[in-house]
């Protein structure tokens, strides 16, 4: 199978459409990442989305979101701490497609790229893969914080064509790669032994204290003494 060449070099100006499906599904490729490159690109705007791809390099802030969970929920706290590696292992899968498929970045001649790269394969995009990865595996643990991760990551998938870095199709891929990585880490959606454990400790001990009025608690009747005692 020829592997696709390294630097996807193109003509100035916006792309041409060629015939054919392929051809189509090209253009719409590189109309995109031309649009992205070279419209909206006020210092402001750079500043924000250059600050957001850095965040996102080597699933950095998904590493530190899961320490902060980790530090702030000790009854979760196993759990938080496997998600911090959610990030960084889609990124290893991520650069073994990326070997695998051989597809080169984009390259506008008038229109460089505003940001540096640790390789020149471009399909799928890490941050992509990354980001899409640890905020599905940190809100599997904490769902409330659903709209706030997801859209801390599709603000990074943007970074990718709007800074030069990654056809918008790259992005894409690594949408799909990184919500199956992230679905994929067992135990990050249900309590760990260790938290059943603390709950029945916090059980017990909330049981065991005495009422208001200095009377000893009565522990809670189970359901068979309960029928045994209707039945008497």
Known sequence: ???????????????VRRPGVIGFLGWVDQSALWLMRTRAHSQPIEGAMRALGAAGE?????????????????RRRLRWLRACAVGPAAVGLNYAVKVAVGRGRPLIEEHPPLARAPSKLSFPSAHATSSVAGATALARIEPRLC????????????????LGMHYPSD??????????????????????????????????????????????????????RAQERSGQ
């Open 1 to 15: 199978m020829p592997r696709l060449p390294l630097v996807g070099r193109r003509p100035p100006g916006p792309p």
């Open 58 to 74: 080597w699933a950095a802030v998904w590493i530190a979101l899961g320490l902060a969970g980790a530090a702030s929920d000790e």
């Open 147 to 162: 709209v706030p991760l997801y859209s801390l990551a599709a603000g990074i998938c943007l970074t990718r064509p709007y």
């Open 171 to 224: 992005v894409l891929a690594g949408v799909v790669l990184g919500a199956f990585v992230g679905r994929a880490v067992p135990r990050l959606g249900e309590p760990s032994v260790e938290e059943r454990l603390m709950d029945l400790v916090a059980r017990a001990g909330a049981s065991a204290e005495p009422s208001p009025d200095g009377a000893p608690a009565r522990e809670a009747e189970s359901p068979q």
